[in-house]
């Protein structure tokens, strides 16, 4: 049996399975060799961040703990490319790595889980919200001073089992994973200028090796350039702020007709008790300067310290 063409690296969640999926599916549609049933070989590889389970990621080492093992296997040439998602990823990439393509970006949003309240407002006062994610824990904190936050792990089916169980009465979810995973109607989606998302959250990228022609050349007949440009401009805004899961930063670019980009951003204290937000529009070619110009400012008005407290 002839070895195949391409070896997809992934984690082996329910949602990293299907994210590798679409994208196995969109090369087999756009690269004629690849549209054979097994020209394509999808290697499930276990990170760090999947083995944690028993205390938030902020305190296991930030960014980098779903994809350094995958990274690792694309670096030795035991996989071709690798399919994350972009809100896991650290601001650069290994020597030898570059991320190749964007998938286009689903829905950004957050959605609020909590029954039959629909809204963060109307959550009751003291109310127990699951969420490990310091991003929106201190955005909550922020808008609901009164609420209980505690640590939820887990995958999408683990928090939404804990919440069920009475482990806690909400929790919040990425719209884009429980799109894809369809499951898109278990919450409400949380308007944006209540909950800012992730840098990178909604967008799947794929990483190969910067040397790989051919499969860089693969990868570009899927590339979405629109989601590319959005997130660019996040990440410029995120290698300035130097951020990582142990400090709350939020950003978010769209590209909107007769607008051109429109890049949101905000830092925060982890307990909601001071937040700091600005906005940029400007032309799509000045995406990565807009996010680090943005940076700048939210560092000036925070002053020094604010991102390390």
Do not use: Y
């Not at 004629?32 to 070989?41: G, H, K, Q, S, V």
């Not at 039959?116 to 109307?122: F, K, L, N, P």
């Not at 350039?225 to 951020?243: I, K, M, N, S």
């Amino acid at each position: 049996m002839a070895p195949p063409l391409l070896r997809i690296g992934t984690r082996g969640s329910k949602l990293a399975l299907v994210q590798a999926r679409l994208v196995r599916e969109a090369l087999a549609t756009a690269v004629p060799a690849l549209a054979a049933t097994d020209a394509i070989e999808t290697v499930v590889i276990r990170t760090t961040g999947d083995a944690i389970q028993d205390r938030p990621l902020s305190e296991a080492g930030g960014k980098g703990l779903f994809v350094k093992e995958i990274e690792e296997a694309l670096l030795s040439a035991r996989i071709d490319m690798a399919v994350h998602s972009m809100k896991d990823m650290p601001t650069a990439q290994p020597a030898g790595l570059v991320i190749a393509a964007f998938l286009p970006r689903e829905d950004a949003r957050d959605v609020l889980i909590a029954g039959d309240v629909g809204r963060i407002a109307d959550l009751r006062r003291g109310a127990v919200v699951g969420t490990s994610a310091l991003r929106r824990r201190a955005q909550l904190l922020h808008r609901r001073p009164d609420l209980t936050i505690v640590a939820l792990r887990g995958n999408v089916d683990t928090r939404l089992a804990k919440r069920e169980a009475g482990a806690v009465e909400a929790t919040i979810l990425a719209l884009a994973g429980l799109k894809r995973l369809g499951m898109a109607d278990v919450g409400s989606p949380i308007p944006e200028d209540e909950m800012l998302p992730a840098v990178g959250q909604g967008a799947v990228c794929i990483e190969c090796r910067a040397d790989d022609e051919r499969t860089r050349a693969w990868l570009s007949a899927i590339d979405h350039a629109p989601t590319a440009t959005c997130v660019g401009t996040e990440h410029a805004l995120l290698a300035v702020l130097d951020g990582s899961c142990r400090t709350p930063i939020a950003g978010h670019a769209v590209l909107l007709p007769e607008v051109g980009l429109h890049l949101r951003a905000l830092i925060a204290k982890p307990d909601g008790s001071d937040l700091i937000a600005t906005e940029r529009r400007g032309p799509a070619s000045d995406g990565e300067a807009m996010g680090r110009d943005a940076a700048q400012e939210l560092l000036r008005r925070g002053g020094s310290g604010f991102l390390s407290t």
